[in-house]
């Protein structure tokens, strides 16, 4: 497993709201993070960090060893599903799909697996602004994973997929692990977080309250169960 993002002593203010209160990780290859944390404990900002989208006031960001401050190539190695995607309104799937792969100009063949599994091609003629909640995040899904990212940064990816959507969505994420992805999920759903995870961060109130692997979390409790561990973590001090 190689070290792909390093993230050494940020930290984040809006207003006089301190976000991220000095966080330091790495994240590695061929593994499935899960990042939980209350409403508001900076899951999305930290991630927002990564890509780039929210500059840090303080500490640095490296992918693959090298500083990413205020530069942009590293990002074409990232797939990105945002919690809410906000598309152009009145264009089309097809239009949409077309000019990202456009704008891209990958020279790689697309991933189209979840178009494929969500049969988007037969939506393409749809507007995005019609589309409901659901099928705008199986847009997202599909756009994220489309480009053979390295690195697949999801922040709430099954919240309004029906369950047969959210199961495709796992699997795609399991066969990208296999293919030695690292995948950054952020949910408060802890049976997905569950059956996909390696690796569990818990952040709270801009802080690291743990980073381990699952399996080792289990032992420490004894639980199976990520509610019961959580419990156990966050109300027993052991943390
Ligand atoms: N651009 C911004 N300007 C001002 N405050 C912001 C901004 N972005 C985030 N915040 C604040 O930072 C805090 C952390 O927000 P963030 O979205 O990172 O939390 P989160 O852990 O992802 O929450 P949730 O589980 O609700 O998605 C919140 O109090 C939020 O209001």
Redesign the pocket.
Known sequence: MDTLIELSHIK?T??K?Q??KDISCHFESGNIVS?L????????????SILGM?IPDEGDIRFCGARVNKTFDYKKYIGYMP?IGRYPDNMKIGQLFDMMLDIRNCNKIPDTDLIEAYRLKSMYHKPMRTLSGGTRQKVSAALAFMFNPDVLIL??PTAGLDPFATEILKQKILAEKANNRLVII?S?ILSESEELADTVMY?YE?KIKFYEPLAALQMETGEQKLGKILTRLLTEEHV
Do not use: R, W
């Open positions: 984040k809006f207003g709201l976000v991220l990042v944390g209350p409403n508001a404990s900076g899951k999305t900002t930290m991630i927002k929210v919690q922040d709430e952020t408060h952040l801009g």
